[in-house]
């Protein structure tokens, strides 16, 4: 079973401390995606990936940024955790090219910034 | 710019009852259409899709259909289960590039279902 597999479910970091949540995916994906989930906000989108070290800017950028050395590999970076990055984290891969059958994700990371 | 609108939640219903989720979207082009489904402390899944005018999409007893005169694509079911509580997400992509499209999601509609 393809899958999209993030590091880890829960985890509580302090303020001001660099915080790597990681994303893997084993279906040969060229696109890949990061979302962060609130309540009543939806999915909105914070960086995607077309390509090995490429990366693009999505709706909600500040304060983040990401990694993409390898094409099955696709982290994202908080430099300086906040209290307002609190929230939960999901990873998404795509194929480039058709058929689309859209975004697999993985379960998602829950981060609290004490 | 694309945008995606969803009836606010939470919805209850009892079991065996027929749901309905509404769902608008503002889009260029043709887009194509989807709905997600989150169950509880899992990621999100494809529920459903449909990429172009009239299609029906379905799955697991759920259907939507794209209807470009009204820009809706609201999801149903005719009769639902305590296993369907879960948060869906409707969401579009405009495939103007195919392959390379980000998609664009509602805020999410969560569903409790009651025995």
Redesign the interface.
């Known amino acids: 079973d393809v899958k999209?597999t993030q590091s880890s479910r829960y985890l509580v970091k302090r303020t001001g401390e660099k915080v790597f949540l990681e994303c893997v995916q084993d279906m040969d994906h060229?696109?890949m995606?990061w979302?962060r989930q609130d309540p009543?906000?939806?999915?909105r989108?914070i960086y995607?990936s077309?390509d090995v070290k490429m990366k693009e800017k999505?709706d909600i950028p500040e304060g983040y940024s990401v990694s993409r050395e390898k094409k099955e590999r696709f982290s994202l970076i908080l430099e300086s955790a906040s209290t307002n990055q609190t929230s939960m984290y999901?990873c998404?891969s795509?194929?480039?090219?058709?058929p689309?059958?859209?975004?697999?994700?993985?379960?998602?990371t829950r981060l609290t910034v004490v | 710019g694309n945008s995606v609108t969803q009836m606010e939640g939470p919805v209850t219903l009892s079991e065996e009852a027929f749901l309905t989720i509404n769902c608008t979207y503002t889009a260029t082009g043709y887009p194509s259409l989807f709905w997600y489904v989150q169950y509880p402390g899992e990621g999100l899944q494809l529920l459903l899709k449909a990429t172009k005018a009239d299609d029906k999409g379905s799955n697991k007893g759920f259907e939507a259909t794209y209807r470009k005169e009204t820009t809706s694509f609201h999801l149903e079911k005719g009769s639902v289960q305590v296993s369907d509580s879960a948060v869906y997400f409707c969401a579009l992509t405009p495939i103007s590039n195919f392959g390379n499209e980000k998609l664009t999601f509602g805020t999410g509609t969560r569903l409790t279902i009651i025995p």
Do not use: K, P, R
């Not at chain 1, 795509?94 to 058709?98: F, K, N, P, R, Y």
């Not at chain 1, 689309?100 to 998602?108: A, I």
């Open positions: 999209v060229e696109n995606f979302y009543g906000l939806g999915l989108l995607f077309y999505g999901l998404a795509s194929l480039a090219t058709g689309w059958y859209g975004y697999t994700f993985g379960s998602g």
